[in-house]
């Protein structure tokens, strides 16, 4: 199991974009799939992309294709969530997750059932 710390959130403007990463460290970074996933307030958190081991899987959320681009250095022990064109519903916190599990299908990348490791998230502010 790894520890995760987020950084990078802030208040932006709609339209702009943002940058935010997840440092781990305490265990085997690259046996971890990773995952981003957000939550508003008053709601569910929700899977907004991850990536496989080595990076060669990436999947993501319909609401942020297009915009978000999910990537890691295993080097560095990062990943990174780069989000561009960011719309005010796009406003959360933001939190990165771990699986050291094997995920045998797509569909495992989903769920955060899976994922045993999880960051303390970093605010995401898109408004005027």
């Known amino acids: 199991q790894v520890q995760l710390v987020e950084s990078g959130g802030r208040l932006v403007q709609p339209g702009g974009s943002l940058r935010p990463s997840c440092v781990a460290s305490?265990?085997?970074?690259?046996?971890?799939?990773m995952g981003w996933f957000r939550r508003v307030p008053g709601k569910e958190r929700e899977f907004v992309a991850a990536?496989?081991?080595?990076?060669?899987?990436?999947l993501y959320a319909d609401s942020v294709k297009g915009r978000f681009t999910a990537s890691r250095d295993n080097t560095a022990n990062t990943v990174y969530l780069q989000m561009n064109s960011l719309k005010p519903e796009d406003t959360a916190v933001y939190y990165c997750?771990?699986?050291?599990?094997?995920?045998?299908?797509?569909?495992?990348?989903?769920?955060?059932?899976?994922?045993?490791?999880w960051g303390q998230g970093t605010q995401v502010t898109v408004s005027s």
């Open positions: 990536l496989s081991r080595s990076g060669g899987i990436t």
């Open positions: 305490g265990g085997s970074f690259r046996q971890n799939n």
């Open positions: 997750a771990g699986s050291q599990a094997i995920f045998g299908s797509t569909a495992h990348y989903y769920s955060e059932d899976l994922y045993d490791s």
